[in-house]
């Protein structure tokens, strides 16, 4: 757990002093282990609360919409900042209000792999602390490399692509082979298969909506989940209600989702969402050669329509 | 109180005596985490666990369930056909006493005043609960914070107490006294007994100092106006984790569900995290922000429970904790409201 460089408190606390932003939002310790929490800083003497390193997991673009319209600054990892350009390009924020400080990220840990390494459960971790590069449990040491989430290993946007000032140093963006990887599990798969598999991983959700509210591009002021006139689902945990609402947001997100795997982290059963959501990523860049959150003037493909579109996904 | 010796080797045909007339429910170990399952032939089961993920209560007051069942024909409208009630004789071995303590907190909600459930008290009613005392607190357990304790037996009708190889069985009910009795077990030896209270004691020293809640009540509702609810709830991002994994948390709605010759009316968990939990037809919501919101949930668990039914709707399991994908942690939302209440009291000095 680390503050954060000075040069970079000073210019958050500026921010704050002048008034180019009402709000700082950025991380401080958890009081779990490799767990930090979100801060939301006001006033500039508070700048020493910050934090960053591997524990830093959420996403914070998922409050901006609380603040839609206001002037805020935000630390984002590379993932994060893909949010706010997909935010951008659907109108959600102006670049002017934004004050963001960029960090460059070598992946954060998951705790339950941790967890999962000792052999034991999550409620079991009573202490881990990541020193350099390793975890630490007690006398037992792991790799920080082999503790990250499975997102974080096949990540291809370490640096993020829009900020005002930069954190640490930047890494080196090597090329994944193949980062859409785990989708091949499912396109290998027959239909039928293919549904058995969903069925399957999303047997374990209990509807609580972690997933949709972690989600920066999910900020519908009322959820179809929500509404009730008409109702589309009741809140059991049966597969009917699950299953809709799972389909649903998946692909209300197609060629908006960035990939940056919030929702499959903030979900406390591990059901495994990126391996719906990048799949339809990975069909947006075949389709349409479309990548969300990486150009703020480029066009949604769901929202354009374009003389040259490929009409064989339609049946 | 008798104490019986129920020694770890027998479990295993502890549970096939079980299920000759009970249906059994114990934890179970999973790649990822434990949970309560039924107990087949030959089922593996440990009580060698520190908690389940998902709370005992879904064993009793399940996600959702059917109250009734209607049938519409051409000359009868919306026949009541059925009203389904879960009285399977049941045993739950092995919950902590955190989860038993939630059962008692449920006891008093759903079987107390006016109006009762009758479809958790049919299964409470229908159901051994064998809780298993804390030889290992860990860092997110502060049942000694909210009227619990490690080794508490309220909630349960047999405690078992941590000896060597072996579990020290005492009744607390006489549901559980008769079930003891019926099992053929020896008494527990002196040794046992010793080895017994030496582990409980080396266990109430694992657990965390923590300023119990006790007196909290009282004070909490001058916030009523404050501030302090929205910067707590800022980060919060509603998802409803911390009500559904709750021992405690028991809000529902009920709806139908029609179909074209009749429907069910479906009871299913509510939370007061979700902003639709308020809202009113007119579309006007009077918790309209997470900070009102999260005053109720800390105003329900400790002011208005304690003084509607006698105990914090809080048991400290501290699941709360572990899940909240923010990290939103319950024990530092009390230690922030302590502190505004002090304030608000030298402010009015």
Redesign the interface.
Known sequence: MSSLPTEIQQQIADWLSTGEIDLFIGWEQ???PL??????VRDPQDVSRLIWDATCE?NLT??LAKFKGQKVGIMVKGCDARAIIGLMQEGQWTRENLRIVGVSCPGVVDA?KVA?ALG?????L??AEIVDDTVVVGDQSFALADTIHDMCQTCNRRNPNIEDVHLGETLPETPVDDPFGHVGEMEALSSDERWARFQAETSRC?L???CR??CPLCYCTVCFA?R?QP?WL?????AEDVQFFQIMRTFHLAGRCVGCGACT??C?Q?VNLRLFLDKLRLDAQEVFGYTAGVDPEAQPPLRTYRQDDPNDTFL | MKQWLLPKSSLPKLADTIRQTHRLYAPVRLPDQVAFGEIGEGDPFTLDYANARTSVKTLFFPQAETMLRYERSLDRYNDISATPVDSVPTVVLGMRPCDARGLELLDRVFGQGQYHDPYYLARRQATVVVALACAAPRQTCFCHAVGGDPYSGDGGDVLLSESDEAYVAVAQTTKGQEWLASLGLSEADAGHLATAETIAEAAHEKLVKMAPAAGLEDKLTALFESEVWGEIAEKCIACGTCTYLCPGCHCFNIQDRVLANGGIRLRSWDGCMYEGFTVHTSGHNPRPDQGARWRQRVLHKFAYLPENVGMYGCVGCGRCITYCPVRLDIREVIARLRIETAAQLQGEQ
């Open positions: 958890g009081s779990v767990g930090a929490t979100p801060a939301f959420n998922a409050y339950r999962s034991i459960t999550l409620e079991e009573d202490q209990n609580c909506f972690a509210n972690a929500d009730t109702q009741t809140t059991t945990s049966e982290r903030a406390p591990g």
